[in-house]
């Protein structure tokens, strides 16, 4: 390349604007992207980070202003110019072909963008095999035939999102843009990560970095960049920021930087758990959650975390042990007997597992108070369905002008607050919160955060399955550590600091 290239931009965004139904999404935003350079785009859901990415990616086109690359000038871009251009996305729902391979899935990509959109009739299996296996053993996973030909659908969430960014390196992208891309790795996933960025870095890709995750920032290090309303506020070295400053960019009020937990509760045992186990999974757990108590659970991706919520949610039920219940025992083998007994569970997975997206917020809010919401001829009465929904969206703070509006059009954040609202109305008696704020911006998650102080003040017994440590300190009384299928530690939150968390979390004893 010669040194003219190399020096002027790779990527140059001019005066972009963009407006859906007159609102603006984008307003006048200009930036400019060096090669070899990672960038963090912070801000609130809703600042227009989405739009800005689908633009550069080609999903949409802007309505003024234009992109150029490498001194080519675009008004717009469709999604294979993008590609041919060396722009590549892992977006946050991973757009993968769930009856696909994984070899299918991380090569395919490079073919169209090589070939202008189109496959060859006979493709070169063997070639698509070894281009598929050196990208995912960029990103730590493996590369043999029994891997490569598993379908997509039958891999777990944070491996699928390792093979989404495979895909990325596979097609040997100038512009990579990761929107959200460790919402489901563990700790040490993402260490492996940051150094995946730092080969590609070294390699002359420059990297667009979307995350609500401001250590995971920090630690990868390079330009921060701030939209807030549709408008870039602040750009510059991230180390130049504090996360207090940056806080206050993205949301334009300051955030509290310490415990929300205040005062610890402890008003009688509301369940216990002993002897818990589910075959090849976890086993012999026992504990036991108070009233008005937040429990935190954590764990690396193969310690049981996960299925343990799961497990106490009925929806992948325990083979052995007891759950006791306000004194009761009971048996959890479905989703239905858990609501029978009054737990809530809000997934990890809000978009496939949790939310019926083309739905209404109404809609969504009454699915587990539909049989209570009949009237005598079977139908759901309106009056009351309408009530309850709005009660909900006015104490859980949910930003809507039409309760009636698709739950696909609210951002993160909101779409969170409205499944935690389906189970607020079951009048909980605990209340199991999966990755609660996973993907959702800083002001939602001071929102969820002070909802669930509310929650443990009415004497609701919180599960918190968590991997994000500060989450688990700021919020919790006691935090549980799991380790290959075992509790391997009990904590007091209060005093308790992230690094000895941290240790404590990648230390080999179970």
Excluded at 151 to 162: G, H, N, W
Excluded at 433 to 456: E, F, N
Aim: net charge neutral; aromatic share 4%.
């Amino acid at each position: 390349m010669n040194q003219n290239r190399a020096s002027e931009p790779l990527l140059q965004i001019i005066d972009v604007h963009k407006r859906f139904t007159g609102v603006y999404a984008l307003r006048g935003v200009t930036l400019s992207f060096a090669r070899g350079q990672i960038y963090h785009l912070l801000g609130e859901n809703g600042c227009g980070k989405s739009t800005l990415i689908k633009i550069i990616s080609g999903a949409q086109p802007p309505d003024e202003g234009e992109l150029v690359i490498e001194g080519a000038r675009y008004a717009q871009l469709s999604p294979l110019q993008a590609l041919a251009a060396g722009i590549e996305t892992v977006y946050q729902d991973l757009s993968l072909l769930p009856n696909m391979s994984v070899v299918e899935n991380v090569a395919l990509t490079a073919e169209l963008a090589e070939h202008g959109g189109r496959l060859a009739r006979t493709l070169d299996r063997r070639a698509l095999a070894e281009r598929a296996a050196r990208a995912l053993a960029a990103v730590g996973l493996a590369g043999d035939d029994e891997f490569l030909s598993t379908l997509i659908e039958q891999l777990p969430l944070a491996t699928r999102q390792l093979v989404a960014i495979a895909r990325a390196i596979a097609s040997e992208a100038k512009f990579v843009i990761m929107d959200e891309p460790t919402t489901s790795l563990t700790q040490k996933e993402v260490a492996n990560l940051i150094d995946v960025l730092s080969a590609l870095r070294a390699q002359g890709v420059t990297v667009l970095f979307v995350s609500h995750k401001l250590d995971e920032c920090y630690a990868i290090g390079g330009e921060v960049i701030v939209l807030r309303d549709g408008q870039k506020v602040a750009q510059g070295p991230i180390a130049d920021y504090t996360k207090a400053q940056l806080s206050e960019l993205m949301t334009g009020r300051q955030l509290s930087q310490e415990r929300y937990r205040a005062v610890s509760t402890n008003e009688g045992v509301v369940l216990s758990v002993r002897g818990l186990t589910r075959r090849g999974q976890f086993q012999d757990i026992s504990f036991s959650l108070n009233r008005g108590e937040i429990l935190g659970v954590t764990g690396l991706l193969d310690s049981g975390r996960n299925e343990l919520a799961r497990a106490l949610a009925g929806v992948s039920p325990a083979d052995a042990g007891t759950i006791t219940l306000e004194g009761v025992t009971v048996t959890l083998a479905t989703p239905a007997h858990a609501k029978q007994h009054r737990i809530g569970y809000v997934p990890e997975d809000r978009l496939s597992e949790g939310l019926f997206l083309d739905k209404s917020i109404r809609e969504n809010v009454i699915t587990a108070m539909i049989s209570s919401l009949r009237d005598r001829f079977g139908q759901i009465d309106r009056k009351r369905s309408r009530a309850l929904a709005e009660h909900t969206v006015k104490e859980l703070q949910i930003a809507t002008p039409d309760i009636d509006k698709p739950v696909q059009s609210l951002s993160g954040g909101n779409q969170q607050r409205v499944l935690i609202g389906r189970w607020l109305a079951i009048d909980p008696h605990v209340l199991i919160l999966h990755g609660p704020t996973v993907g959702v911006d800083v002001g939602s998650k001071d929102i969820i955060y002070r909802i669930m102080q509310r929650l443990s003040q009415r004497g609701i017994g919180i599960l918190l399955i968590s991997d994000d440590l500060p989450e688990l300190l700021q919020n919790c009384d006691r935090i549980l550590m799991m380790k290959k299928g075992r509790l391997a530690g009990e904590y007091r939150a209060d005093g308790l600091t992230e690094a000895a968390l941290y240790r404590a979390l990648l230390s080999e004893a179970a």
